[in-house]
Structures are given as structure tokens and as C-alpha cells.
């Protein structure tokens, strides 16, 4: 049981490239989210996703596309990549919104 | 708008020492209350989930208290470990677009 797993654990980008950050569950969670992590920010929400096929926008969802084709997987696109991007990116599922969320290691992005 | 406060921002204690982390949110209208462990580069690790309706939740030396009323959370910490020294975050879930609001986290130092 792997849990919440990311790929890349680190990336740098420049300004314009796009690139896509994977996310992967095995607990067969309903609910999925990203998050983004910024000193002196906290926490962020990106986007989330209650079920396949149904996502919706969080606090911060400009410059970031996501689709949830399968319950496993909830990637998130980056479309034309922004030094203001430059962040720590966090996955993370729960049973639903209401139960406990688990995250995953996290994906280190630098945009020059 | 939910917003969540936590005090202090940095704590350091000798090992040994029982210590108290302070969460508050602004809305009382939540639906539970997580408590995080988040270590330097790393994901963030569950460590309790209060619904809602519950007044505390324990795990091993962890006891975390919820007044829903006053707005408040408390994580208290027995018999402090060096091994416990990290960043400590609390995350409000209600009906914020299914999402929770992190707090910024106090960092806490254990000293051997």
C-alpha cells in the first residue's frame, strides 16, 4: 500500500514551458486535492476533485489545469509555467472531504 | 471567510517538557479539525482528526482538544522527544468549497 505518490520529487522549468504533475492514490479515495505551499502562505488549494470525471476550483486555480479520468490518478497541468509558480505542490486524498486527508511527498518546482 | 491563527510560530523546549500548541479559526460552523506533522522537506502526516462533534481525540503521547464554541483547538504533547521537533499545522474542514484552511504552523525544537 503506497499510498499518495507524486511525480517528479523535484523540477525546474522556464518561463513558458508546460509540464504535468503526476499524482497517484491506492486507497481508492473518492476525494483529491492539490495544494501548493509557499513560506509565509501556508497552505493553498489549487483544485479538487470529489470523484472521476468531476473537478472543481480551489483558492488558487489560475495557470493550473486538472482532470480526473480514473480514481487513482489526478494530474495537474501547468500550462505555461510562471516564476510565480515556483512552489512546493502537495497531493493529497481522503475518503471524502469530511475524513482524515493524507498527502503525498510533495513535488519541488523552480520556474527561471 | 475561514481564517486560521496559530500561536506560538516557533516553540523551543528541553526534552521532557509537556507542551501546548494553540489552533484558532475564525468560523465555528466547521465540520472537523486535523492535525498535522509536517518534517523539513517532507509531506504532511495526519496525526488526529476531531469531527465535529467530538470534544478531543488521543494518540500515544498526542491529545488534541476541540471547542467548537471558542473557536479553538489545542494540541498538548506529553513528555517531549527531540524526535518530535517539526512543523505542527492545523487544517479547519467545513463548507469552504469541501476544503480545508490551513493555519501557517508552529515549528517546534525539541533539544536533547
Known amino acids: 500500500n503506497a499510498g499518495v505518490t507524486q511525480t517528479p520529487k523535484f523540477q525546474v522549468l522556464k518561463t513558458g514551458q508546460s509540464m504535468t504533475l503526476q499524482c497517484a492514490q491506492d486507497?481508492?479515495?473518492?476525494?483529491m486535492s492539490w495544494y501548493r505551499q509557499d513560506p509565509g502562505m501556508g497552505l493553498r488549494l489549487i483544485h479538487y476533485?470529489?470523484?472521476?470525471?468531476?473537478?472543481d476550483q480551489g483558492e488558487v486555480p489560475n495557470g493550473y489545469n486538472v482532470s480526473r479520468s480514473t480514481t487513482e490518478d489526478f494530474p495537474l497541468r501547468l500550462l505555461s509555467a510562471a516564476p510565480s509558480q515556483t512552489s512546493v505542490y502537495f497531493c493529497?486524498?481522503?475518503?471524502?472531504?469530511?475524513?482524515?486527508?493524507?498527502f503525498g511527498p510533495g513535488t519541488r518546482l523552480t520556474v527561471t | 471567510k475561514q481564517e486560521v491563527t496559530q500561536i506560538p510560530a516557533a516553540l523551543s523546549v528541553p526534552e521532557g517538557e509537556n507542551l501546548v500548541l494553540n489552533c484558532s479559526f475564525t468560523?465555528?460552523?466547521?465540520?472537523?479539525l486535523q492535525w498535522f506533522r509536517q518534517d523539513p522537506g517532507k509531506g504532511l502526516t495526519s496525526l488526529l482528526l476531531?469531527?465535529?462533534?467530538?470534544r478531543e481525540q488521543t494518540s500515544g503521547r498526542l491529545n488534541a482538544s476541540l471547542d467548537k464554541s471558542s473557536g479553538r483547538s489545542t494540541l498538548y504533547i506529553a513528555a517531549s522527544q527531540p524526535g518530535d521537533s517539526a512543523t505542527y499545522l492545523c487544517a479547519v474542514g467545513g463548507n469552504y468549497g469541501q476544503n480545508f484552511v490551513f493555519g501557517p504552523g508552529t515549528r517546534l525544537s525539541v533539544l536533547p
Open positions: 493529497a486524498s481522503g475518503r471524502n472531504p469530511y475524513y482524515e486527508q493524507y
Open positions: 486507497m481508492n479515495h473518492e476525494y
Open positions: 476533485s470529489v470523484g472521476a470525471g468531476i473537478t
Open positions: 468560523d465555528s460552523a466547521i465540520y472537523n
Open positions: 476531531i469531527q465535529s462533534s467530538q
